[in-house]
């Protein structure tokens, strides 16, 4: 059964509908308590709550209503307003809205020198409804150089009122001179009962609600979504299940599997980095229950991970989970996929074959 999620809950802990993201909420929570910075970058992983972290934090800074310490009320003209994307004085930019914009003429791969002339246009205006006028960039990450450089301006004297927030899974995409200027804050993967909270705060059922957030690798956005698209749940569940087989093989097994994996790498990038994501988090839950950090490490609904895992050692572990970040590094170097591949599950201790 599936039950339909629209919007994610608000968080009893911050009255802000993000979770899993505690110290990052705090540090925005307390620059509207000391008066905001001019600028900021929120970097973290895809779909981790940092667009709605950034909306409420604008609402957060305009809701005219006086509703307690440091929220907002949720149903005044200015919050309903900005949850639609129609308040004056809050704006988002990202690649959709520069599709529509450019009539998706462009590829639309990056956020182009049209999208920064229109950001800093809409720096220059003054509130109209509010004391602030929020900018917010997402795809931030996108920018190539000529385009941050341009951006570099509408960063280098900003009216008093405005606050720029760029939002990237990349906190080193961006240029020195830009980093300086902004003050960064960082969100992180959220642990899976915190996604499981979310979930069942946002009416989710508790048994899916579990399931769900056992295999949505620390994002709680993916499993907002998940909670209600069966499809996706089977697709991750798959690709668990065939990243079970692949570290459960013996050292032979292993290899004739990295060579296919490699010769698959030619015609299908993103479905190996994938794949590779789904190893990763194979051997993280693997971590999680070997040194008891979480009871939750099952592994997208495969139930509790394999007791071959126990006798770990914490320096196999880490090695072989940092072996799948060497080989994703190494394939986007362009080293020999199969190099990559098989230098990776060399890495791998053997697991009581
Ligand atoms: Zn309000």
Redesign the pocket.
Same mark, same amino acid.
């Given at each position: 059964m599936a039950h339909k999620v629209n919007q994610v809950a608000r968080n009893p802990d911050t009255g802000w509908a993000v979770w899993g993201q505690r110290s990052a909420v705090s540090r925005l929570l307390q620059a509207i308590q000391q008066g905001p910075a001019h600028a900021y970058i929120l970097a973290g992983p895809n779909r981790s709550g940092k667009r709605t972290a950034a909306l409420e934090f604008a %609402?957060t800074l305009? &809701?005219?209503?006086d =509703?307690g310490h440091l929220t907002? &009320?949720?149903? &005044?003209? =200015? &919050? %309903?307003r900005i949850s639609k994307g129609v308040f004056p004085d809050v704006t988002v930019f990202d690649l959709a809205s520069q599709a529509e914009r450019d009539g998706d003429k462009s590829r639309n791969l990056t956020l182009n020198i049209g999208t920064i002339r229109e950001i800093s246009g809409a720096v220059s205006y003054r509130p109209t409804e509010s004391s602030w006028r929020v900018i917010i960039v997402d795809d931030a990450e996108t920018m190539q150089e000529t385009a941050q450089e341009a951006f570099l301006k509408t960063l280098e004297e900003p009216p008093p009122y405005a606050i720029l927030i760029l939002l990237t899974s990349e906190a080193d995409a961006f240029l020195p001179t830009i980093q300086s200027r902004c003050v960064t804050i960082r969100f992180g993967l959220s642990p899976a009962s915190e996604v499981e909270a979310a979930l069942i705060a946002s009416g989710t059922e508790a048994t899916l609600a579990r399931r769900v957030a056992g295999m949505a690798q620390g994002s709680v956005g993916w499993a907002l979504e998940a909670a209600h698209d069966e499809g996706l749940i089977e697709s991750r569940e798959g690709l668990a299940r065939q990243a079970m087989d692949f570290v459960l093989a013996n050292a032979y097994d292993r290899t004739v599997r990295a060579v296919l994996l490699a010769d698959e790498f030619a015609k299908d990038r993103d479905g190996v980095f994938t794949r590779l994501a789904a190893i990763q988090s194979v051997w993280r839950s693997a971590l999680y229950v070997n040194q008891k950090l979480e009871d939750t490490a099952h592994i997208a609904g495969l139930g509790p991970i394999s007791e071959r895992f126990i006798p770990l050692g914490l320096d196999d572990l880490l090695r072989s989970i940092r072996s799948l970040d060497t080989c994703v590094a190494n394939l986007e170097a362009n080293v020999r996929p199969r190099l990559a591949l098989e230098s990776m599950v060399l890495a791998w201790p053997r697991l009581g074959e």
């Open positions: %609402r305009n &809701c005219p209503k =509703v907002y &009320c949720g149903e &005044c003209p =200015v &919050c %309903r």
